[in-house]
């Protein structure tokens, strides 16, 4: 099973040029590393402790009965020896793969070559594609007894809120995770014309269960129109925090509505592994080395479209359960409002919980509380989540700000926080935040009941 640490690719030292005095640099001349001995010992402790909390975790798993081992609380020959323990195990578990490669190699060499099979006239070089994704993703899995009985086209059994009101602190923690902001059609090929009447699923997937975390979602009865000047997806999800370990696997399936189903084009067949922010990202932070939250965005063309998607990876970081209540005043009929969450580290990416237009009010229960289009989004533990709202003037005067608010929030581990967003007076909204730490490891003994 790929238990990897959850950082991306490092290497210790910055970049410095050395120039003589007077001298121009020539094009294209090259950068020289520099080592810097402070940073390569911050990131070297913060290494460390990633493997102890690694090791800790794996022994207390062998040991369900004895008093859990807590980090804070082991001595110095206690953590050196467990230190030394994570290597071995790393060590070992690199010869078992290796061994493992060699007894395929000798299998291969031993089987007579298999014939090739014919390719199928009514699949094109997209469909031949994503189909071969799919077949080396269940075969990957088929050799996991964790992930038996796999069913590539099932969505993520995993809900939000799992370690709210039930926290298991030995089998979470905060974690990097994958923030999906947008997806939207960069461009369009053939003969297709803007506007598009959109169907079809967009998901992505992570390694807690390879399953499908849907992020859109639409019926050929339910479509959504998109044009050039606003060719975003309005996303519905993910349905819960989104683990980055690695990578995430981006999966797409969009069709374009015709007069008849017959006449339906399709427009997008993507199943590829997305790497998110692959270049080091490190900031230095009162003389401490520490990985940094950062945005990318990646380019999929296929069938008659290419999409982009944006996505940001959140260190350290908890999932935050998001929900909404009028509970004074009404929400002003008419009117474009939308509901938005950012953090602290990339205020300038929002994460759209509510876009209504002007022709469609809000969704609201006899209660008041307002039904959003996403909810879950994640946070980074010492940092900051601020919802804000605006409402805008509607029929063509949309940049006519009527009222905005905003409420801000300290991220938590478990339980829940409530803030006021007061809309001008117009109306006043009660937010509610639920937290909860992210799984370790595939959830193979069942999860905690949610509410």
């Given at each position: 099973?790929?238990?990897?640490?959850?950082?991306a690719?490092?290497?210790?030292?910055?970049?410095?040029?050395?120039?003589?005095?007077?001298?121009?640099?020539?094009?294209?001349?090259?950068?020289?590393?520099?080592?810097?001995?402070?940073?390569?010992?911050?990131f070297?402790?913060?290494?460390?402790?990633?493997?102890?909390?690694?090791?800790?975790?794996r022994?207390?798993?062998?040991?369900?009965?004895?008093?859990?081992?807590?980090?804070?609380?082991?001595?110095?020959?206690?953590r050196?020896?467990?230190l030394?323990?994570?290597?071995?195990?790393?060590?070992?578990?690199?010869?078992?793969?290796?061994?493992?490669?060699?007894?395929?190699?000798?299998e291969?060499?031993?089987?007579?070559?298999?014939?090739?099979?014919p390719?199928d006239?009514?699949?094109d070089?997209?469909?031949?594609?994503?189909?071969l994704?799919?077949?080396?993703?269940?075969?990957?899995?088929?050799?996991?007894?964790?992930?038996?009985?796999?069913?590539?086209?099932?969505?993520?059994?995993i809900?939000?809120?799992?370690?709210?009101?039930n926290?298991?602190?030995?089998?979470?923690?905060?974690?990097?995770?994958?923030?999906?902001?947008?997806?939207?059609v960069?461009?369009?090929?053939?003969?297709?014309?803007?506007?598009?009447?959109?169907?079809?699923m967009?998901?992505?997937?992570?390694?807690l269960?390879?399953?499908?975390?849907?992020?859109?979602?639409?019926?050929?009865d339910?479509c959504?129109?998109?044009?050039?000047q606003?060719?975003?997806l309005v996303?519905?999800?993910?349905?819960?925090?989104?683990?980055?370990s690695?990578?995430?696997?981006?999966?797409?399936m969009?069709?374009?509505?015709g007069?008849?189903?017959?006449?339906?084009?399709?427009?997008?067949?993507?199943?590829?592994?997305?790497l998110?922010?692959?270049?080091?990202?490190?900031?230095?932070?009162?003389?401490?080395?520490?990985?940094?939250?950062?945005v990318?965005?990646?380019?999929?063309?296929s069938?008659?479209?290419?999409?982009?998607?944006?996505?940001?990876?959140v260190?350290?970081?908890?999932?935050?359960?998001?929900?909404?209540?009028?509970?004074k005043?009404?929400?002003?009929?008419?009117?474009?409002?939308?509901?938005?969450?950012?953090?602290?580290?990339?205020?300038?990416?929002?994460?759209?919980?509510l876009?209504?237009?002007e022709?469609?009010?809000p969704?609201?229960?006899a209660?008041?509380?307002?039904?959003?289009?996403?909810?879950?989004?994640?946070?980074e533990r010492?940092?900051?989540?601020i919802?804000?709202?605006?409402?805008?003037?509607?029929g063509?005067?949309?940049?006519?700000?009527?009222?905005e608010?905003?409420?801000?929030?300290?991220?938590?581990?478990?339980?829940?926080?409530?803030g006021?967003?007061?809309?001008?007076?117009?109306?006043?909204?009660?937010?509610t935040?639920?937290?909860?730490?992210?799984?370790?490891?595939?959830?193979?003994?069942?999860?905690?009941?949610?509410?």
């Amino acid at each position: 099973m790929e238990k990897g640490l959850d950082t991306a690719a490092t290497k210790r030292g910055s970049e410095a040029e050395a120039e003589e005095p007077g001298r121009k640099k020539a094009a294209g001349a090259t950068k020289t590393a520099k080592v810097v001995p402070w940073l390569m010992d911050s990131f070297d402790q913060m290494f460390d402790e990633v493997r102890l909390k690694h090791a800790v975790a794996r022994l207390n798993k062998a040991n369900p009965g004895a008093p859990p081992v807590v980090p804070e609380e082991l001595t110095e020959e206690r953590r050196a020896a467990l230190l030394q323990e994570d290597t071995e195990w790393r060590n070992s578990m690199k010869e078992e793969e290796l061994a493992a490669a060699r007894r395929y190699v000798a299998e291969q060499a031993r089987a007579p070559p298999s014939p090739e099979e014919p390719t199928d006239p009514s699949k094109d070089r997209w469909q031949l594609d994503y189909d071969l994704g799919r077949q080396e993703l269940e075969m990957k899995l088929a050799k996991w007894e964790d992930f038996e009985g796999f069913d590539f086209e099932r969505n993520t059994l995993i809900p939000p809120m799992c370690f709210t009101d039930n926290p298991m602190p030995d089998d979470t923690d905060h974690r990097l995770t994958a923030q999906i902001f947008t997806v939207k059609v960069a461009g369009i090929d053939g003969d297709l014309q803007w506007p598009l009447d959109v169907f079809g699923m967009v998901a992505v997937r992570d390694k807690l269960d390879y399953s499908r975390n849907v992020i859109f979602n639409r019926t050929r009865d339910n479509c959504q129109t998109l044009t050039q000047q606003d060719p975003y997806l309005v996303l519905v999800g993910p349905t819960r925090a989104v683990l980055y370990s690695g990578y995430v696997y981006f999966d797409a399936m969009l069709k374009v509505k015709g007069r008849t189903e017959f006449e339906d084009t399709d427009l997008s067949l993507v199943f590829e592994r997305f790497l998110c922010c692959e270049k080091l990202n490190l900031c230095v932070s009162f003389g401490e080395c520490m990985l940094r939250s950062c945005v990318s965005s990646s380019l999929y063309t296929s069938k008659l479209s290419t999409l982009e998607l944006t996505c940001g990876l959140v260190v350290s970081s908890v999932e935050a359960t998001i929900a909404a209540q009028i509970v004074k005043g009404s929400w002003p009929e008419g009117s474009r409002g939308q509901l938005t969450a950012c953090i602290g580290s990339v205020g300038d990416m929002n994460v759209m919980l509510l876009d209504c237009r002007e022709e469609k009010s809000p969704v609201i229960a006899a209660d008041g509380t307002i039904q959003l289009s996403r909810r879950v989004v994640s946070v980074e533990r010492f940092g900051q989540l601020i919802v804000r709202g605006v409402v805008n003037r509607g029929g063509g005067d949309h940049d006519k700000v009527l009222a905005e608010g905003k409420a801000s929030f300290a991220p938590l581990d478990a339980g829940r926080s409530r803030g006021t967003l007061d809309l001008n007076g117009m109306c006043k909204l009660e937010i509610t935040v639920a937290w909860s730490l992210i799984l370790k490891y595939p959830p193979v003994g069942g999860l905690p009941p949610t509410s």
